[in-house]
């Protein structure tokens, strides 16, 4: 089992900063991908960033230039820097790990961007 625990969200003005975090935990051997999806309010859940094993990164286009997604291989760990956040951003956002083929998620975080 692994188990994903995100942190960083929050409440915060258009044209701010945030920066999610979210460590993995477990029987982990090989994270295929790593990555970060949000569901706002009757919407379906959509990729926002991803990260492959060898780094490869794609980005929702809405976010493209505003968000960063990275990571710490050594300690499990998948990060989303988000920069000039937008009302339209606000929604829970859920981390989501590719483990040996299998898809984590975790918990979600809810952020809230007021204009």
């Known amino acids: 089992q692994v188990q994903l625990v995100e942190s960083g969200g929050g409440v915060v003005e258009a044209g701010g900063s945030l920066r999610l975090s979210c460590a993995a935990s477990g029987s982990i051997f090989i994270i295929n991908a790593m990555g970060w999806y949000r569901q706002a309010p009757g919407k379906q859940r959509e990729l926002v960033a991803r990260i492959s094993r060898v780094g490869t990164t794609n980005y929702l286009d809405s976010v493209k230039g505003r968000f960063t997604i990275s990571r710490d291989i050594a300690k499990n760990t998948v990060y989303l820097q988000m920069n000039s956040l937008k009302p339209e951003d606000t929604a829970v956002y859920y981390c989501?790990?590719?483990?040996?083929?299998?898809?984590?998620w975790g918990k979600g975080t809810l952020i809230t961007v007021s204009s």
């Open positions: 989501n790990m590719v483990v040996v083929g299998m898809d984590y």
